[in-house]
């Protein structure tokens, strides 16, 4: 059995045509949203769980926040800035199986679309919505193929 947390980042400032929607930061209720998530996955005791986060600057900062609080470490991967349903579940095929729990940090619609793949449920992922998810796999090389359930989804 595996875990999988999918977290879309807090909410970012605007596009306002001075920077690159890359590097759009947390607005102050951004940073706020952050906190009340990472008092939610505090209360699920996890055990030093794998964090894979976007490195776009609204999921960096959502994730330093998360990781912060609860002295968890961290991984950026580029691919999950954008991704699509494809590259996500080819990035969870690669994560090292030492990981029996994920922190997904990444950004709509890949977000929700993965949570689709793998519920069959068609739910929002607003700004700081987190989704619990039960994979019925030994490995992540199986999670193209998992038996899933919802075990809850918040927001914040």
């Known amino acids: 059995m595996r875990v ?7 909410r ?15 607005t102050p ?5 952050a906190t009340k998530v990472s008092n939610r996955l505090l209360a699920e005791r ?3 769980p794998c964090v894979l986060s976007s490195p776009a ?4 900062e959502t994730t330093e926040i998360v990781i912060s ?25 690669e994560i090292d199986d ?4 994920v922190i997904l ?15 069959g449920e068609l739910r929002a992922m607003p700004t700081a919505g987190l989704a619990k998810i039960v994979l019925e796999i030994d490995s992540w090389r199986e999670g193209a193929n998992a038996n899933a359930r919802l075990e809850w989804i918040v927001s914040p």
Request: proline share 5%; charged share 25%.
């Open 105 to 119: 940090i990444g950004h709509n619609p890949g977000i929700e679309s993965l949570l689709r793949y793998f519920t």
């Open 12 to 26: 970012p400032m605007s596009p306002d045509g001075t920077r690159d929607d890359f590097d759009r930061p947390l």
């Open 4 to 10: 999988l947390y999918l977290l879309r980042h807090a």
């Open 46 to 48: 996890l055990s030093n």
């Open 29 to 33: 209720e951004g940073r706020v949203q």
């Open 57 to 60: 600057t609204r999921a960096r």
């Open 69 to 93: 609080a609860n002295d968890w470490s961290s991984n950026f991967e580029s691919r999950i800035y954008e991704a699509n349903l494809e590259t996500l579940i080819k990035l969870i095929a």
């Open 98 to 101: 030492v990981c029996e729990v």
